[in-house]
């Protein structure tokens, strides 16, 4: 397997920004990636990494990268994808072969595994609409699978964010169309996410804060003027305030602080206090990591 040491981690974030991580596997079997983490037991697993910001001065830890990880398997309407599958790629792979209910995955930035473990979602669809079963690994236990209503999908979330459970493969359970009719709802979808948000040829990760109940964090930051909003090389997108663009060698500082001003802003006006979706890794800048706690952002370690 794969494995690279001091390694420039803004290479594979979608945001294009991260310092130098300690070690890195790259794993492309169940084998491969279990037989590392019996070595490597605080090892922190990651996908495409496009919801997480990585510090810029680095993490001193182990990561499993699943990217390699990327079978598919189909058999009749039932899919499986593994871990580290794009997203999109499953999309348009699923839409060759007839079968309907991935359209909404088109032009996502991430891979199964992280979509899996937050419930995404788009156009009124998600994950938890479609996925039949998982493959967990379970810490002390091994690989264990779980029906749909054991991996207790919420908004932007599952089971594995309460319990340290790593996703490996799932399956899904689709639904024979025409090819027209898919074509014509990833048309729509396209055409929605070319319009207002990003392109993912632009440094970005996705929605930064999750949505309130009944309401739009995007329509609550255009509100205050998130979009004139900018901190060092970042800034919010022009055309959706509830994404932010690296435009100019952004830093994980100029990220947090310009998350930062985007949330008190919303807080002193409406005193709603938005919880983000981005994921933070690293732990050897204390000023981020106090940003960090402050903004509710989920720490997935902190390596000192």
Do not use: W
């Not at 580290?84 to 991430?110: D, H, N, Q, W, Y």
């Not at 992280?114 to 091994?142: F, W």
């Amino acid at each position: 397997m794969l494995l690279e040491t001091d390694y420039d981690i803004s290479k594979l974030t979608s945001f294009k920004i991260g310092g130098n991580v300690k070690k890195v596997y790259f794993p492309e079997t169940f084998d491969e990636f279990t037989a590392i983490l019996k070595t490597e037991q605080d090892a922190v697993v990651v996908g495409n990494l496009s919801n997480i910001l990585v510090s810029s001065k680095g993490y001193d830890g182990v990561l499993i990268c699943t990217k390699r990880m990327d079978e598919i398997k189909f058999d009749g309407n039932i899919v499986t994808a593994s871990a580290g599958v794009r997203g999109t790629k499953l999309s348009k792979l699923a839409a060759a072969e007839g079968l309907s209910g991935l359209e909404f995955m088109i032009a996502f930035p991430g891979s199964v595994g992280g979509e899996v473990y937050m419930n995404a979602g788009a156009h009124g669809q998600m994950i938890a609409d479609v996925l039949k079963c998982a493959r967990i690994y379970s810490p002390g236990t091994g690989i264990i699978k779980l029906s749909n209503e054991e991996m207790e999908f919420g908004y932007r979330t599952s089971i594995c964010q309460k319990k340290p459970y790593i996703v490996l493969d799932a399956t899904f359970e689709l639904t024979p169309d025409s090819a027209e009719k898919i074509q014509e709802k990833m048309n729509k979808n396209l055409s929605f996410r070319q319009d207002k948000q990003p392109s993912l040829t632009l440094p970005n990760c996705g929605s930064v804060f999750k949505n309130p109940e009944n309401e739009s964090a995007g329509r609550l930051l255009e509100s205050i003027g998130a979009k004139e909003f900018r901190a060092g090389g970042a800034r919010v997108f022009e055309k959706h305030a509830n994404f932010i663009i690296n435009e100019d060698s952004a830093t994980s500082s100029d990220v947090l602080a310009l998350m930062n001003k985007m949330s008190s802003a919303v807080e002193d006006k409406y005193g709603i206090k938005l919880v983000p979706e981005v994921r933070y890794l690293g732990g050897n800048d204390e000023r981020e990591v106090e940003l960090c706690r402050k903004l509710q952002i989920e720490l997935i370690k902190i390596q000192k």
